[in-house]
């Protein structure tokens, strides 16, 4: 059978090209489609379908009348009538006066529990939670969180309330779509929309972890929701960052995981109840990893240990806590929220790095908001005096401590140490943030009191081949490590 050649004419081709135009075209409306669906073409039905549950808050607080700024006259001088006068013109002299403000919040059970923040509600008299229906009601403070900035309030109401629930916050991510909503400015019931612009921000609290997003957000803003695109709250509209006091796209909602666990504990007790382990700890940096033999940078590292659940359990200053609970602690930031995540009076494994090797205690947890005044113990040691009167070394001038340096720095009469009285402004030690006045209570983990012990242990660094000493310095009773360099040191 012989092969034959087809020839296809040429209108067929034009034909041929036509469709698969028409293919590429339809192929590149779907992807459009597609990606547009992704981005949404309005937030009106989820505005329409949280707003019931938004509210406005109003406080209104009684304040003294002489508590705002005045002018300053000198007694007796001419304006002082006059001034006088102004300030008590209508006859209220003194009297106190009411202040109002201005914040948001939302509803999150039908039986009228409602979510704002602390500094919107903090000191007022009175608390008026106005609805999108337009209904007002009196609310009552069940219980507030400072450290989180969360306010938990109550309403009586005669049926059940709208409400919204809370998301995890864990999984949103950079990018996502967010929806503010609030009372900014006074204008009430307003939505802004934006998207997740950076995840567990932390501004100034010890258990910050802010969702950091570009939608509007202004004052009357505070402890309104943010919600994602399935209409759950994954934050608590907080603070903003700018330089005017107007949204310029930098906004911090409190993400809802930390919150839920903050409701939680309002609800059942009017107040928080956190874990306390009992040590004071900073992060471990790479020179101090170095100089402790760590295999890599991370951990809390415990500078102080005073008397406590940790202080019981055996753990030490120089300690390194690696692990808490069976997950792995990363920072001092990761290892404070874990400890105030636990339930108080739960006993836990904690892992720590001792002396070249890892350690478990079991430490039982105390609760923090107990502890919160506690005062560190006193280190315990002798009042010696041996060796050198004074050194140079690590980039320090160096004395041992004695009554007239105590009484100087004004240390407690138990206190033991080298004093720092000279810093060289070239040295990496001033780098470092060491200053005259700190006082060197340990070095290589061991106590030092004396010259000589100081230098015994740079040498014994040295011997062990490290670069580093690690040194335990205390500045007005706190206590930090630092790691200087030794390799060069004579």
């Given at each position: ?19 698969w ?5 339809m192929?590149?409306?779907i ?8 981005r ?24 003294a ?17 006059f ?9 209220d002299g003194d009297?106190?006066?009411?202040t109002?403000a ?9 039986d ?19 609805f ?7 609310a ?37 779509w967010?929806?503010?909503m609030?009372?900014p ?5 307003s ?21 950091q997003?570009d939608?509007?957000?202004n ?11 399935d ?9 903003i ?5 107007g949204?310029?796209?930098?906004g911090?909602s ?13 609800k ?9 382990l009992g ?11 170095e ?8 951990g ?22 690696l ?13 404070v ?38 005062v560190p ?14 050194a ?9 401590l004695?009554?007239?340096l ?34 060197i ?47 060069s040191d004579?």
């Open positions: 059978m012989t092969a034959q050649s087809v020839s296809i004419p040429k209108y067929h081709l034009a034909a041929l090209r036509t469709v135009l028409a293919a590429l075209t192929a590149l409306l992807a459009q489609t597609l990606v547009a669906q992704a949404p073409e309005s937030f009106a039905d989820l505005a329409d379908r949280v707003s019931p549950a938004v509210v406005n808050i109003t406080t209104s607080t009684v304040v009348q002489g508590t705002g700024p005045s002018p300053i006259v000198p007694e007796g001088s001419p304006f002082e009538d001034f006088r006068e102004f300030r008590d013109r209508g006859g009297r106190p006066r009411r109002s201005l914040g948001s919040g939302f509803v999150i059970s039908e009228g529990f409602v979510v704002t923040n602390n500094h919107v509600i903090e000191s007022a008299d009175e608390i008026i939670v106005e999108f229906s337009g209904k007002e009601l009196v009552e403070v069940i219980g507030t969180d400072p450290k989180t900035d969360i306010a938990l309030l109550k309403v009586e109401a005669d049926e059940p309330l709208p409400f919204v629930s809370f998301g995890d916050s864990d999984t949103a991510r950079v990018g996502d967010v929806m503010a609030g009372n400015l006074g204008q009430e019931f939505a802004s929309a934006g998207i997740v612009s950076a995840r567990n921000r932390a501004l100034s609290g010890t258990y910050d972890d802010y969702i997003t939608a509007a957000i004052r009357g803003n505070s402890g309104g929701p943010l919600f994602n695109m209409a759950e709250v994954i934050g608590v509209n907080t603070a960052l700018s330089p005017t006091g949204s310029i796209g930098i911090f409190m993400a809802s995981n930390v919150v839920t666990r903050v409701i939680d504990q309002l059942e007790y009017g107040e928080t109840r956190r874990g306390w040590v004071r700890i900073q992060d471990v940096t790479e020179d101090v990893a100089a402790m033999g760590l295999d890599e940078v991370r809390a590292l415990v500078t102080d240990v005073p008397e406590g659940p940790a202080a019981e359990a055996g753990m030490e200053s120089g300690d390194v806590i692990n808490f609970d069976g997950k792995p602690v990363e920072d001092t930031r990761g290892l929220r874990q400890v105030g995540n636990t339930d108080v009076g739960k006993t836990v494994r904690v892992v720590v790095f001792r002396d070249g090797q890892t350690q478990t205690l079991k430490v039982t947890l105390g609760r923090r908001e107990v502890a919160e005044g506690a113990a006193a280190q315990p040691g002798g009042d010696e005096d041996a060796g050198p009167a004074s140079e070394m690590l980039g320090l001038t160096l004395e041992p004695n009554d007239e105590r009484a100087q720095l004004e240390l407690d009469g138990d206190a033991q140490g080298l004093v720092v009285t000279d810093v060289d402004n070239l040295s990496e030690a001033y780098e470092k943030g060491m200053r005259a006045g700190d006082l209570a340990e070095a290589g983990q061991e106590q030092v009191t004396s010259i000589t012990d100081l230098q015994d242990r740079v040498a014994a660094a040295k011997e062990a081949g490290r670069k580093s000493i690690l040194l335990l310095i205390r500045r007005g009773g706190d206590p930090r490590f630092v790691a200087l360099p030794i390799d004579e």
